[in-house]
């Protein structure tokens, strides 16, 4: 069945960085463009970034702008999400999601969530 | 951009309806056909239960319903069940690809 797995949270020093995984599988990654969705403690979700089936178009909120960057190896079915001077407001539990056929309508399909804290 | 606004809590006995409200702007709600909501219980990856604004997707049940008027999207669950019990969240395309959620709502039924 559809699937997608986050890995490498974990807790890390403010300023410093972290990189995030998610597997997909049980669907052609290829097709559709994923984004990450991250939840802070006892708040709502935030979407955080887009990025396109080919990964040639990415799109970030202005909270992370400049700071994180999302990526994707569709020979792998591997979307990343690298995180750097990260700040204690980045602390959350982040989701990958799979888009919607038609991009801005819906995210589909998620995965379980890694949790990252920034504290020192 | 602010985080759509929504009830913390709402609560129900099985088998009554309750509806859920998401409220917006005309730059995110107002302006796309683009609602979804999700449900959510703790712990678990998140579920698409509406989309475009009232679409179910394929195995959703139809006690979900989802609607709009203005800047402001409703989910209402009727027969509630025990297993509806979880937190619930809306969210919009808000343009330029960009998406607001909701704060999310708890759902209790009693």
């Known amino acids: 069945q559809v699937q997608l797995v986050e890995s490498g949270g974990g807790v890390v020093q403010p300023g410093k960085s972290l990189r995030l995984s998610c597997a997909a599988s049980g669907y052609t990654f290829n097709t559709y463009g994923m984004h990450w969705v991250r939840q802070a403690p006892g708040k709502g979700l935030e979407w955080v970034a887009l990025i396109s089936n080919d990964g040639t178009n990415k799109y970030y909120a202005d909270s992370v702008k400049g700071r994180f960057t999302i990526s994707r190896d569709n020979s792998k079915s591997t979307l990343s999400l690298q995180m750097d001077s990260l700040r204690a407001e980045d602390t959350a539990v982040y989701y990958c999601?799979?888009?919607?056929?038609?991009?801005?309508?819906?995210?589909?399909?998620w995965g379980q969530g890694t949790m990252v804290t920034v504290s020192s | 951009q602010s985080a759509l606004t929504q009830p913390r809590s709402v609560s129900g006995s099985p088998g009554q309806s309750v509806t859920i409200s998401c409220t917006g702007t005309s730059s995110d709600v107002g302006g796309f056909n683009y609602v979804s909501w999700y449900q959510h219980h703790p712990g678990k990856a998140p579920r698409l239960m509406i989309y475009d604004v009232s679409k179910r997707p394929s195995g959703v049940p139809d006690r979900f319903s989802g609607s709009k008027s203005d800047n402001t999207a409703s989910l209402t669950i009727s027969g509630l069940q025990a297993e509806d019990e979880a937190d619930y969240f809306c969210c919009s395309y808000a343009g330029s690809y960009t998406w607001l959620f909701g704060g999310g709502t708890k759902l209790t039924v009693l």
């Open positions: 999601a799979k888009t919607t056929t038609v991009v801005k309508s819906a995210f589909d399909i």
